[in-house]
């Protein structure tokens, strides 16, 4: 189960991302995704340990609400920076495949 320190650390994470995604630095971006991704699946994986875990008092989820909208915010914003880059290299991998389809058509000639 999600918890405050673990959205904590998630925005510190998403935080970092946003920067990767604002510099190019596409490396660095999978590899802040990957650890993301790793602390949610732990997250999702532990079980809720008594009442006041599975039910937060109202300050808890206040503050777990205002920490998911923030992450939230910042998936948004690496997904700006992202798509363009995303699209422009699906499109230099077609172009790629469809000039190798296109050789190899006319070597076969």
């Known amino acids: 189960m999600l918890n405050v320190s673990d959205c904590r650390e998630l925005l510190e994470l998403y935080q970092q991302m946003a920067a990767a995604a604002e510099r190019n630095d596409w490396e660095n971006l999978a ?3 990957a650890r993301a991704n ?3 699946s732990a997250a999702s994986g532990r ?3 008594g ?3 599975s039910t937060p008092d109202a300050a808890e989820a206040a503050e777990l ?3 998911i909208e923030q992450i939230l915010a910042l998936d948004a914003a690496v997904r700006l920076h ?3 880059a995303l699209a422009s290299t699906r499109k230099l991998l077609a172009s790629s495949v469809r000039g ?7 070597q076969s000639v």
């Open 31 to 33: 590899a802040l995704e």
């Open 38 to 40: 790793a602390l949610r």
């Open 47 to 49: 079980p809720a340990s």
């Open 51 to 53: 009442h006041q875990a």
């Open 65 to 67: 609400r205002t920490l």
């Open 82 to 84: 992202a798509e363009p």
């Open 100 to 106: 190798r389809n296109v050789r190899d058509a006319y």
